[in-house]
């Protein structure tokens, strides 16, 4: 099992070294007025400069375009949601086939952060990390949706 002074570090870790560019990141989805835009640019992983976020370049066009569908219709109320576990069911319960974990969480965090709501209560990992992370603590993950 991994010492609570390791987790500590690591956080450390990522306060030290990642946090400012993660939150700056973010902070362009904040920027967006158009709540079809905001949709958009956070279902499909667009950043400013029109490129797509690594995370999303796998996805497959139809699943993104459904998706972006499916939280147009949504948005209303996810937006009214107050902690990001909710947020991140919601967008869970519209997922389509070939949008997977990483693309819902990712869309998740993009909505969320407009509102500077941020993951608490869970870690949530994808796929590579769930299977080190299970090798490591020698136990399954796997959590119920």
């Not at 949709?39 to 992983?45: H, I, N, P």
């Not at 997922?95 to 209560?121: E, H, M, Q």
Request: aromatic fraction near 8%.
């Amino acid at each position: 099992m991994i010492s609570q002074e390791k987790v500590k570090e690591c956080i450390k870790l990522y306060q030290l070294h990642r946090y400012k560019e993660h939150e700056s990141y973010l902070q362009q989805y904040s920027a967006i007025n158009r709540i079809s835009s905001l949709v958009y640019r956070a279902t499909w992983g667009k950043l400013i400069d029109g490129s797509t976020h690594q995370h999303q370049r796998r996805v497959k066009k139809e699943a993104k375009r459904q998706m972006v569908i499916k939280i147009r219709i949504e948005i209303d109320v996810i937006l009214q949601l107050t902690d990001f576990h909710s947020i991140w069911s919601h967008i869970e319960k519209l997922r389509v086939d070939g949008y997977g974990d990483l693309a819902v969480y990712d869309c998740a965090l993009r909505l969320a952060s407009t509102k500077r709501i941020y993951p608490t209560t869970y870690v949530y990992i994808h796929q590579e990390s769930k299977t080190g992370a299970e090798t490591l603590l020698q136990r399954s993950l796997t959590k119920e949706r």
